[in-house]
């Protein structure tokens, strides 16, 4: 008798707390009233990364004369980074060459019959009760076949001008250089590799470390907006600086149940500067309390 007289006090209680919390739900005239976002109670965990990092490769294809970084070499934009043996192109830009000399040579010499022939068909004309009319017609077909002939022979001049264009712009393609100022991450391969075109043979990070992706709980992301500033602070509770929000993904990620965001560091106004990969916690702006606030200023 006493234990189902405790349970039914329990499920007083609770049917008591359940109508108190409906009932806080709604406002006055009776509608439903959304509970508010759950505030954060710590900061969302990140990691601070490049703004930029890209694989720099081939953009033609051959062996490897040189790659002149190592990683963790510190590079400036426009850096030789590594060259691709040129003998392959400089022996086709020379047998390209000698072929523009023939086509030019072609095109002079069908420019010239073209021209005889143009001269011959118009003192006919001028003269023409002194020709027959099969002997006209004849001179206007060699005039104007003369004429095709050095049209083509002027397109073969331009095909061979186009050819040498693209081999020299590959000798350009042979070097390799930095798009930006950084360091160099990783490199792929060495001296004397085949490389195809597209290849990577390095890659390449921004010298700042300012980019922080970071994952929220779904009930917390109401706190956060594009254009929002955030707080980073290490994971002991020492500010790095101020970021702002640049970019929340319009879904959860399943693995993690979390949303994904990412901010852009300040980088005039930072406490520190951050390396690449380091771990952070990230604040809404004014929300860590003043104990930890204290913590930080007291490590400081």
């Given at each position: 008798?006493?234990?189902?007289?405790?349970?039914?006090?329990?499920?007083?209680?609770?049917?008591?707390?359940?109508?108190?919390?409906?009932?806080?739900?709604?406002?006055?005239?009776?509608?439903?009233?959304?509970?508010?976002?759950?505030?954060?109670?710590?900061?969302?965990?990140?990691?601070?990364?490049?703004?930029?990092?890209v694989d720099?490769g081939?953009q033609?294809?051959?062996?490897?004369?040189?790659?002149?970084?190592?990683?963790?070499d510190?590079i400036?934009?426009g850096?030789?980074?590594?060259?691709?043996?040129?003998?392959?192109?400089l022996?086709?830009l020379?047998?390209?060459?000698?072929?523009?000399?023939v086509?030019?040579?072609?095109?002079?010499?069908?420019?010239?019959k073209?021209?005889r022939?143009?001269?011959e068909f118009?003192?006919?004309?001028?003269?023409?009760?002194?020709w027959?009319?099969e002997?006209?017609?004849?001179?206007?077909?060699?005039?104007?076949?003369?004429?095709?002939e050095?049209?083509?022979?002027?397109?073969?001049?331009?095909?061979?001008?186009?050819?040498?264009?693209?081999?020299?712009?590959?000798l350009?393609?042979?070097e390799?250089?930095?798009?930006?100022s950084?360091?160099?991450?990783?490199?792929?391969?060495?001296?004397?590799?085949v490389?195809?075109?597209?290849?990577?043979?390095?890659?390449?990070?921004?010298g700042?470390?300012?980019?922080?992706?970071?994952?929220?709980p779904?009930?917390?992301?109401?706190?956060?907006?594009p254009?929002?500033?955030?707080?980073i602070?290490?994971?002991?509770g020492?500010?790095?600086?101020?970021?702002?929000?640049?970019?929340?993904?319009?879904?959860?990620?399943?693995?993690?149940?979390?949303?994904?965001?990412?901010?852009?560091?300040?980088?005039?106004n930072l406490?520190r500067?951050?390396?690449?990969?380091?771990?952070?916690?990230v604040?809404?702006?004014?929300?860590?309390?003043?104990s930890?606030r204290?913590?930080?200023?007291?490590?400081?």
């Amino acid at each position: 008798m006493t234990r189902v007289l405790s349970i039914c006090v329990t499920l007083a209680i609770f049917a008591k707390a359940t109508a108190s919390a409906q009932s806080a739900s709604l406002s006055s005239n009776g509608e439903r009233v959304s509970a508010p976002a759950a505030r954060p109670v710590s900061g969302w965990i990140g990691v601070v990364l490049p703004l930029e990092a890209v694989d720099v490769g081939a953009q033609t294809g051959g062996t490897l004369e040189g790659v002149f970084v190592r990683t963790g070499d510190e590079i400036s934009e426009g850096e030789l980074l590594a060259r691709i043996e040129a003998q392959d192109i400089l022996q086709s830009l020379k047998i390209a060459e000698a072929k523009l000399r023939v086509a030019e040579a072609e095109m002079e010499h069908q420019q010239a019959k073209a021209l005889r022939a143009n001269s011959e068909f118009e003192r006919r004309s001028t003269t023409a009760d002194l020709w027959s009319e099969e002997e006209l017609a004849s001179s206007e077909i060699d005039a104007r076949a003369t004429e095709a002939e050095a049209r083509a022979a002027a397109a073969e001049v331009e095909k061979a001008n186009a050819t040498i264009g693209q081999l020299r712009q590959s000798l350009e393609y042979l070097e390799i250089r930095a798009p930006f100022s950084g360091h160099v991450s990783i490199r792929y391969l060495d001296a004397g590799a085949v490389v195809d075109s597209g290849a990577p043979i390095v890659r390449v990070v921004s010298g700042a470390a300012r980019l922080v992706r970071f994952a929220v709980p779904p009930e917390e992301i109401a706190h956060l907006e594009p254009g929002a500033e955030v707080e980073i602070t290490g994971t002991h509770g020492a500010l790095i600086g101020k970021a702002s929000v640049r970019h929340i993904s319009p879904e959860i990620d399943l693995a993690s149940q979390r949303i994904f965001a990412e901010a852009i560091l300040d980088g005039k106004n930072l406490a520190r500067q951050p390396r690449g990969g380091l771990g952070v916690e990230v604040w809404p702006d004014h929300e860590r309390s003043g104990s930890e606030r204290h913590v930080q200023e007291r490590r400081e």
